[in-house]
T-cell receptor, first 111, second 112 residues
Framework: QQQVKQSPQSLIVQKGGISIINCAYENTAFDYFPWYQQFPGKGPALLIAIRPDVSEKKEGRFTISFNKSAKQFSLHIMDSQPGDSATYFCAANLNAGKSTFGDGTTLTVKP | EAQVTQNPRYLITVTGKKLTVTCSQNMNHEYMSWYRQDPGLGLRQIYYSMNVEVTDKGDVPEGYKVSRKEKRNFPLILESPSPNQTSLYFC???????????FGPGTRLTVT
């Protein structure tokens, strides 16, 4: 009930292409869905986030699409760059600070 | 500079020797959490706190203790560490529940 399932585990994209990472959840009580980016040797950093009353949020090249009825949300990275190569985590928050993360996606953008 | 600090950054210890990993944030955040990160398992929440003296268990609390006596500090205590607690640990804080978390730089713990 608390799980967040993330796919794919790894992704290779050519420079300029679109990277898409998907997440699915079961618990409808989740009410905040952030994405984090992590570079080797660093802590995760907030990339973009969405609330379930919104179907899409865009910040620069990064877009979250949210499908409440399907209990799915995805991260789209447009015009992917080698500097975007990192591990990406989706997460879902419950009340009082409970937070559940997906297992992560390692993105490699080839020049 | 707004930040979450953790100490130590690296720690090698032996089974059963009590240890504490400190975490401090300078952003006056209400919420703080501890996570462990293991290959292929993402980040798993150990404990979280929504305010001073208010803490609750995350998904993997066994073998860990926390306390929140001050708003800025949230130490993680391993009373009797075991080899299966060898991991990368992150502390995080957030202003509100529906805001993103700021993560510390991580503590690499090895228990032999």
């Amino acid at each position: 009930q608390q799980q967040v399932k993330q796919s794919p585990q790894s992704l290779i994209v050519q420079k300029g292409g679109i990277s898409i990472i998907n997440c699915a959840y079961e618990n409808t009580a989740f009410d905040y869905f952030p994405w984090y980016q992590q570079f080797p040797g660093k802590g995760p950093a907030l990339l973009i986030a969405i609330r379930p009353d919104v179907s899409e949020k865009k910040e620069g090249r990064f877009t979250i699409s949210f499908n409440k009825s399907a209990k799915q949300f995805s991260l789209h990275i447009m015009d992917s760059q080698p500097g975007d190569s990192a591990t990406y985590f989706c997460a879902a928050n419950l009340n009082a600070g409970k937070s559940t993360f997906g297992d992560g996606t390692t993105l490699t953008v080839k020049p | 500079e707004a930040q979450v600090t953790q100490n130590p950054r690296y720690l090698i210890t032996v089974t059963g020797k009590k240890l504490t990993v400190t975490c401090s944030q300078n952003m006056n955040h209400e919420y703080m959490s501890w996570y462990r990160q293991d290959p292929g398992l993402g980040l798993r929440q150990i404990y979280y706190s929504m305010n001073v003296e208010v803490t609750d268990k995350g998904d993997v609390p066994e073998g860990y203790k926390v306390s929140r006596k001050e708003k800025r500090n949230f130490p993680l205590i391993l009373e009797s560490p075991s080899p299966n607690q060898t991991s990368l640990y992150f502390c995080a804080s957030s202003l509100q529940r529906q805001t993103g978390q700021y993560f510390g730089p991580g503590t690499r713990l090895t228990v032999t």
